[in-house]
């Protein structure tokens, strides 16, 4: 099992950066696939991001391609979502999960969650 907490939303201006961090507790942070996934005001939650357990492969939803970028320490137990060019919309509770085996973009498919952190972009 592990315990995830994130940290460092914040409120933006649009054009803006921010980097999130989501610590995990426990030895076995580098077995895990690890997700980073938002819930829009008013909406469904959503995938961001994913990087597997050695960091060599990463997917990104197309509305953050090239804007946004995960990355993780396993030495301290930390996976990082980079956030440049902030837009409106992506304003949103931001999740860090956790999950085992090849990397996924589900939501269902990640089994430990994070309590969330707000990140508001204003136009």
């Known amino acids: 099992q592990v315990h995830l907490v994130e940290s460092g939303g914040g409120l933006v201006q649009a054009g803006d950066s921010l980097r999130l961090s989501c610590a995990a507790s426990?030895?076995?942070?580098?077995?895990?696939?690890m997700g980073w996934f938002r819930q829009p005001p008013g909406k469904e939650q959503e995938f961001v991001a994913a990087?597997?357990?050695?960091?060599?492969?990463?997917t990104y939803a197309d509305s953050v391609k090239g804007r946004f970028t995960i990355s993780r320490n396993n030495a301290e137990n930390t996976v990082y979502l980079r956030m440049t060019n902030l837009k409106h919309e992506d304003t949103a509770v931001y999740y860090c999960?956790?999950?085992?085996?090849?990397?996924?973009?589900?939501?269902?498919?990640?089994?430990?969650w994070g309590q969330g952190t707000q990140v508001t972009v204003s136009s």
């Open positions: 999960a956790a999950t085992g085996g090849l990397i996924k973009r589900t939501i269902t498919e990640y089994n430990y």
């Open positions: 426990g030895r076995t942070f580098s077995t895990y696939v």
């Open positions: 990087i597997d357990q050695r960091a060599v492969s990463r």
